[in-house]
């Protein structure tokens, strides 16, 4: 029997956070790594020297159109997400592109309409759902009834371009994303009411909402709690925590969720803590996908779907009532 071929892949944006994926491909043998590209072309160099890339370019059209490419990390600003995933969509190639999927409802609907168009298989960057630690939660609760999480970085400073309204939309609707994924990934019914207050504490000469405490509830009744900012937290609490019940058994997720202690009939649990493996956890799942021919370890149809829960989130600390997730606007988004 013949060995299954290398997944041939490149890296649109050679950032941050680019060199998490990278660093991957680099380590796998089951990738041949072969092309980065970026609009700044000293860095897209740097990166093929370093990560071992097959050649750097400044056009991406040069990537989309290379028959020796399988799939694209896409890791860019969020503005380009739409742009890129369409032209990489109409280019046949498989693509990866990083959280949020897109900072607003037509750019989410874009992605999807690209994809379900295409047939390609896409995926969004959720990592979190893939930590050890998630993977075992899930498992233990299977309906949560209430859930307290947050998300609290340090300081963002204000010219990032995260805090940019077009670029990156704030750290609400840019680092928010991911705990409401995770939230929305351990509940089981969909979400159909969002209530939240919040604002513009720490960024005044940015027109971004970058504070907020924020109220779900699900189609069962069930409701959580979610808080958002870059207002800093002591290190036991750490960035991410959750914790969740679904009425006899209960859990807490911390230290950055890549620890668990689960509770039942007064029983504690604590779990051995799984170190944290960066991108690497999501990265392979897309890999694996793409080997298969899938699905999607993330559908962009979720990812639209936490996308639209934080902007109505985001309408409601600008107008002061309630969203209903069920009709208007966000109604389609809610279908995964
Ligand atoms: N999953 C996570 O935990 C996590 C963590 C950090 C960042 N991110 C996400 O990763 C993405 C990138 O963030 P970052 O911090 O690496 O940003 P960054 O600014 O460090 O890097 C972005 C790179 O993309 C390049 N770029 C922008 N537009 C381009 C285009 N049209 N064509 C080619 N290259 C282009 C820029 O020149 C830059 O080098 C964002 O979506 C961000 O939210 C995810």
Known sequence: MSEPRPIRVALIGCG???AQHAK???RNADVTFQAVADLA???AAAFAAKYGAGYATTDVARVLADPAIDAVWISTQHHTHAPLAEQAAAAGKHFFLEKPLALTLADCDRIVTAVERSGVIAASGFKLRFFP??????AFIAAPQLTTAHVI???WPSEFWANDPVQGGGNVLSQGCHMMDTILHLHAASPVR????GGNRNHPARDIVDTAAITLTFADGAVANLSVGDVGVPPHASKFALQTSDGARSLSLYNRLNSLMTRTDGKVTEHPTWPEDGAAVIDRAFIQAVATGGPSPVTVQSARRTSAVVLAAIESIKTGQAVDLTTGVYAAAMAV
Do not use: I, L, T
């Open 16 to 18: 941050s956070y680019g």
């Open 24 to 26: 991957f491909f680099a």
């Open 41 to 43: 072309s000293e860095r």
């Open 133 to 138: 630690a998630v993977v075992a939660a899930k």
């Open 153 to 155: 970085d340090d300081h």
């Open 194 to 197: 969002v209530y939240a207050a």
